[in-house]
């Protein structure tokens, strides 16, 4: 009897220990005083089978699960654990809202990891403030600058363009006619007289920074500078366009006064030597002719410096009236001057100057005898090892030579 009693009780426990909650034994099979044990051992099986689904909802997050019987004493550590979570997800709903004062005591490790996890979310919160606050002012200053820039602008001459960077509209222009009219396309007073307007539409290079100069079909030059600019919440560039025709007019004046020569209008001895150093340094073959003006101290002397300037304009309007307009021809003294052609071609043009010079002499330009003296070299490019003074100097020494003729011819004249 005992040994059937104890094999049904130790089936029992084997069933709840493996958590077999289907299986129940009949009580009325225990024999007394083992039928008590039996039911003991159902309250038993009750409780651990709760136990077992309270934790396993707890495991899955589901705080929402109803608090187990209060009877159940197996419980009762997971119901206090039940209580703390929901605490905790409280406090921590209550901190994504943004109230960091939550506080959470008695959880040990966790209280400590979560109340300093609250000061640092607070701190950097702060931190955020600051930096939204610096950003606003920022944006502030550069909103200001951008409506002082306007006002500036729109008093002056320059454009002043503000163009969209992605949907390349123009967001400003300071040359609109109507205040605050929009334009999707581009500002019809600067299509009038920007004729470039579609390459600062399309502009965007990438650089931080740029300075450049286009010119319109009326050729008027404009000088641009464009940068990248926050306007109004837009990503942007401005171009600012200036007129720089007159700059650039005069600009070209003060070259064309630096190498020209105001008696003659021809090149002068700076350009010429720059243009030779050029010409040399590249290797090109070249003719050049060294003149030299004859008499011009006698005229000077005898009939003035007004004739003596006349003797020089007939002289030059010569040379140019019989080389072509791309020669170099250059007044590197008071009474020489230098012409230089390209190609080596020194025998044809000894026979043309000796040509000209047999004009001038015979050609009634004065009542005084007009004459002018010449050498010529050829400078082989590869070849040529001379500088230019030392070209010079070959050039005169055989200019002395046709000087020497020209005194023979006419003595008075040639001194």
Known sequence: MNDKNLELLSKYIENILNGTASWHPV??????????????????????????????????????????????????????????????????????????????????DFSTSFNGMTKQIKKREAQLKEEAARIQNRADLVESHNELLIKLLSKRNEWLLVVDENSKEILYCNKRNEEGAKDTAYCKTCKNRLSFQSEL???????????????????????????????????????????ITDEKRAAQDLTSKAYHDPG???????????????????????????????????????????????????????????????????RIGGDEFCLVLTGSIKELIEKKLAEILNDFQTSDFAEYQCSFSYGVVDIIGIDNKLSLDELLQKADEIMYKCKRKNKEKYPALVR
């Open 27 to 108: 009580t009325d099979e225990f024999d007394e005083p083992y039928r008590k044990l039996g039911q003991d051992l159902q309250k038993i099986q009750c409780a651990i089978h709760e136990l077992a689904q309270y934790s396993a909802e707890l495991s899955g997050g589901n705080l929402s699960v109803e608090f187990p019987k209060e009877n159940n004493f197996l419980c009762m550590n997971l119901k206090v654990l039940h209580s703390n979570l929901n605490q905790i997800t409280q406090r921590a709903r209550q901190v994504a809202e943004g109230d960091y004062s939550q506080h959470v005591d008695h959880l040990g």
């Open 264 to 330: 003659t209008g021809i090149k002068n001895r700076l350009f010429f030597r720059e243009y030779m150093d050029r010409f040399l340094s590249e290797k090109r073959n070249a003719t050049l002719c060294y003149l030299d003006l004859d008499g011009l101290k006698y005229v000077n002397d005898v009939y003035g410096h007004l004739e003596g300037d006349m003797y020089i304009q007939n002289f030059v309007e010569l040379i140019r009236n019989n080389f072509r307009s791309g020669d170099t021809f250059a």
């Open 201 to 243: 539409l399309h502009w965007n290079t990438g650089e931080q920074y740029k300075v450049w100069e286009l010119d319109d079909e009326n050729d008027t030059h404009y000088r641009i500078t464009s940068f990248p600019l926050e306007w109004k919440e837009f990503d942007s560039y401005v171009h600012i366009v200036v007129d």
